[in-house]
């Protein structure tokens, strides 16, 4: 997807989403609705909307995966296949930091960093049908 691959998606990680949820209302007036997640029970994910817009979602940060990562929003790049573009991560000079990961329903994600340690994710939908 070299032509066409560009930002669909932002996620918040942070570990208070109440503070989040009431900070973002009112500065730029999102409003939240919570989803149960089911590929991981007793989690949530939450989106963030505008007016009925998705505009991002948002995650807690919980578990020993997340020490020493501060809150952070992390921006995803829609690829045309996944396990090929992080192919290229590597030799290019970046780093895989999570390797490439099915979200039942949603599609196939991975995060990477540059050269200069910049994170992004790179995002395969499912094709809806």
């Not at 501060?70 to 999570?98: C, M, N, Q, R, S």
Request: charged residues 15%; hydrophobic residues 45%; contains cysteine.
């Amino acid at each position: 997807m070299a032509d066409g691959a560009k930002f669909i998606w932002n996620e918040l990680a942070t570990p208070d989403p109440e503070a989040s949820k009431a900070f973002y209302a009112t500065v730029v007036g999102w409003s939240a609705a919570d989803a149960p997640m089911p590929e991981s029970p007793g989690s949530v994910y939450t989106l963030f909307k505008n007016g009925d817009t998705d505009v991002g979602g948002m995650i807690r940060m919980e578990g020993p995966q997340w020490q020493g990562i501060p809150p952070h929003w992390l921006a995803y790049i829609g690829v045309d296949d996944v396990d090929a573009t992080v192919a290229k991560v590597e030799p290019a000079g970046g780093k895989v930091l999570h390797p490439p990961t099915d979200i039942p329903g949603v599609g196939r994600f991975c995060v990477i960093a540059d050269p200069l340690g910049a994170a992004v994710a790179l995002m395969t939908m499912t094709p809806a049908g």
